[in-house]
Every structure is written in C-alpha cells, then in structure tokens.
C-alpha cells in the first residue's frame, strides 16, 4: 500500500473522503462540501476510526468557516455548526479532541485553523509511526519467541482508521517489515465486517499473509495456541486503563488473560481520556437495529425480533496486557495506570 493514503484529505474547500462503506469493492472518495455532509458520513461510517474521525473533525471546522462565509452564516452560527460535527459519535474521544484543539485558533481565521489541522493529521502520522515501532520492539521481547510471530486483531486499525500508517495495524505492518510476522487472524468484525472488507483489504495491499475470521472463531484459535498475541485498537481510553474499543474486543481480552497471552491495545495519548475515570462513564454508541437484523437489505431475523447493536465494549483495564501510544508501552496490567502516566 502507499504510505500516501489518506483517508481524510482537505481539497481547498472542502474534504475528500474515502468511501469506506463501499470497500473492499470499490475504492471511491466522498466529496464533502458542507457540515450536514460531514455529520451524515461519519455517522455511516464513509468515514470511521477514532484518529481518522478526529482529522475529520479537525478538518470540519475549516470547512463551517468556509460554507457559513459561503451562505452569510454569523459566527455563533458556525459555532452551531462546530458543534453538530463534534457531537456526530459520542464514544470516541478523539472527534471532540481534535474540534476542540481547532477551535482554539477559531478567532484567527480560516488560514489558522486549517494550520492546526493540518498539524493534527501530520501528528497523527508521526505517532502512528512511533507506537508502530514500540509496539513490535515490545511484542518480539515480551513473546520471546525465534520465529516471526502469529497475531490477531479485531476490526480496522490502519491507514483507513487514522491519519495514515495506522495504530494497532501499524505494529502489524512494522512487524512485518521487519520480517518478523508469520499471519494475521482479522475477525470479520460484526455486523459491518470492517475487518474482512477494510483490514483484509490493507493487508492485500501489504502483501501480508492472514486468514479473516469470524468474530465467534477467535477466542478458540487463541485457545488452540494457534495465536501469539492480539493487537487491537482504541476509540477511548479511561484514567484506569479501561478501554473501549469495537463490539468483540472483549472477548479477545478474556481469551488471552485465559490463554496467558499478550493483549496489547495500540492508541494516540489522544485517546486517553482521562476526564473519564473508569470504563463505566463511557457512553457507548447504539446505532441502528437493521444493522443486526438485516443483511444487505434483506431481513434476516423473525419480523417480531428487536435489535441489540452496541457498537463497542469495554474491555477492563485489569485484561490490558500493555498499552501502547507514541510515548511508550505502558503495563496497565501490572498498575501502570494511563492517568499517572500522561499528567
């Protein structure tokens, strides 16, 4: 894959969005010109992951100051605007970091804000880059094994989810550049299959070797032995450790604790929220029931049956083998608690 690919972009006056409700498919862009636009396609998930909704957001400041300039908006107006972006998915932390780093440089104008972007998305690379390199020095120490290493991960985590290069799909592409990785398990990610349509898809790109899954086969390929380590991602990280990430990740978690396994979450310190102190004050998004109860348009569950669609869990930090960010690899389940680690 090219190290170019983004999946937020700024075009001059608006985003460019790769479509991610359309891959493994087809790979097209979303122009986006206004903020209703912006709210609808991170809502669908056009545009998803926590850094790459974050960019998203950052971008969609600049892009209320250039539409309310475009349709004589007052400020407060765009303020309104700003407002609706930051507020489009409550479970990760990110978006509302990002707005409101942004909005800091609001009064200055459209120059500095796109400014403050920009160095958003370019900090997000440089970290996705240096907790790559930390996370596979970790793992090939802490798995102690001479032979590259077998790892599994859960839902989308790569240069789709973020910035670019990716966070816990980061670790696995530095691992594998370093001739050090053998396969990767993706689970499919249910109900949207972000693994086998956008996780599978970077790995071909990459030339990777992996099997995709379903979510339900994970915990016993771990179980058989058939799995060093498990890597997953992060939408909010509380001050304890505990961390929310998608529907499934917690039951990687138990299977490793049980396995004696690493389970290593992969997150920007912007995901560490630690406003939020444990995992039970972290709003956890319910989407749509036809989610569950359809597949491609056709329902699949008895007409009477009511949906359950959470879309992420939270995985206690006590399972958290070890977290790592651009800083370092912390080792959240011996005591090393995030909150202590970013004052």
């Not at 056009?46 to 950052?58: C, E, L, M, N, S």
């Not at 990760?92 to 942004?102: E, I, P, S, T």
């Not at 004050?281 to 319910?286: F, G, K, S």
């Given at each position: ?14 985003l ?15 122009a ?41 908006w007052?400020a ?9 972006i ?5 479970t ?11 909005m ?7 120059d ?29 120490e ?7 290493l ?6 989308n985590?790569?240069?789709l989810?973020?910035a ?50 379903a979510?339900?086969?994970?915990a ?8 060093d ?5 992060a939408?909010?990280i ?9 529907v ?44 569950v ?8 569950a008895?007409?009477?049956?009511r949906?359950?669609?959470?879309a992420?869990?939270?995985?206690p930090?006590?399972?958290v ?12 389940a ?10």
């Open positions: 894959m090219s190290q170019e690919l983004r999946a937020v972009d700024w075009t001059g006056d608006g460019a969005l790769i479509d991610q409700t359309l891959l493994p498919h087809r790979n097209e862009t979303m986006v010109r206004d903020v209703d636009t912006l709210v609808d396609a991170i809502q669908r998930l056009v545009v998803r992951g926590a850094p790459a909704i974050g960019a998203a957001g950052a971008y969609g400041v600049a892009l209320a100051l250039v539409q309310g300039e475009r349709e004589g007052t407060d107006e765009i303020r309104a605007a700003v407002a609706r930051r507020e489009a998915r409550p990760a932390v990110n978006l509302m970091v990002c707005v409101d780093r942004v800091t440089r609001f009064d200055e104008g459209l500095a804000v796109l400014a403050e972007a920009v160095a958003v998305q370019r900090e997000d690379v440089e970290a996705n880059r240096a907790m790559g390199a930390h996370g596979a020095d970790w793992l090939l802490t798995v102690g094994v001479d032979r590259p077998r790892i599994l991960t859960h839902c985590t790569g240069a989810a973020t670019g290069w990716g966070t816990a799909l980061g670790v696995i592409r530095e691992l594998h550049a370093r001739g050090r990785l053998e396969v990767v398990y993706a689970d499919e990610t249910r109900p949207l299959l972000q693994g086998s349509r956008l996780t599978a898809w970077e790995l071909v790109q990459e030339g990777i070797p992996h099997y995709v899954q979510d339900g086969a994970a016993g390929t771990i179980l058989r032995g058939e799995v380590a498990a890597i997953v991602g939408d909010r509380a001050a304890n450790g505990d961390t929310a990430n998608k499934g990740t917690v039951g990687v978690a138990l299977a490793c604790a049980d396995a004696g396994i690493p389970f290593l979450v992969a997150a920007p310190t912007t995901t560490v929220d630690l406003s939020t102190k444990t995992g039970d004050e972290i709003h956890i998004e319910l989407r749509g029931e036809d989610e109860l359809e597949w491609g348009g056709v329902r699949t008895p007409a009477e049956s949906g359950h669609n959470p992420f869990d939270v995985t930090g006590r399972l083998t070890g977290l790592v960010t651009e800083r370092g690899v912390l080792d959240v011996s005591g090393q608690l995030p909150g202590e680690y970013l004052k």
